[in-house]
């Protein structure tokens, strides 16, 4: 099972960005799909989470301004990060807690994207 991070990048303060990740390889059930991040010098924090039936809960220094979504269909989960401000500046990581077929439920990690937000 890989998960595919993408959309981080460079933004200024007050700007919008989208973060993809998809999962591929032989996963048959996903319970969660999670955004964390880590920023220099910082341990990794959660962000948000999404249920398979979209219920979802966000970290307070991000709530009002990010939005997490997935489809089921496409195995993918989404964070729309909206308002950016300089402290949002770190390293993404989405996360999946599911099962793989014959095989206990377990964490996957994707390999991080890197979101920097100017002054």
């Known amino acids: 099972v890989q998960l595919q991070a993408s959309g981080g990048g460079l933004v200024q303060a007050g700007g919008p960005l989208r973060l993809s990740c998809a999962a591929s390889?032989?996963?048959?059930?996903?319970?969660?799909m999670d955004w964390y991040r880590q920023a220099p010098g910082n341990q990794r924090e959660f962000v948000a989470t999404?249920?398979?039936?979209?219920?979802?809960n966000y970290a307070d220094p991000v709530k009002g301004r990010f939005t997490i979504s997935r489809d089921n269909a496409k195995r993918t989960v989404y964070l729309q990060m909206n308002s950016l401000k300089p402290d949002d500046t770190a390293v993404y990581y989405c996360?999946?807690?599911?099962?793989?077929?014959?095989?206990?439920?377990?964490?996957?990690w994707g390999q991080g994207t890197l979101v920097t937000v100017s002054s």
């Open positions: 996360h999946l807690y599911g099962m793989e077929y014959a095989r206990s439920p377990r964490d996957y």
């Open positions: 999404i249920t398979s039936g979209g219920s979802a």
């Open positions: 390889g032989s996963i048959v059930s996903i319970t969660s």
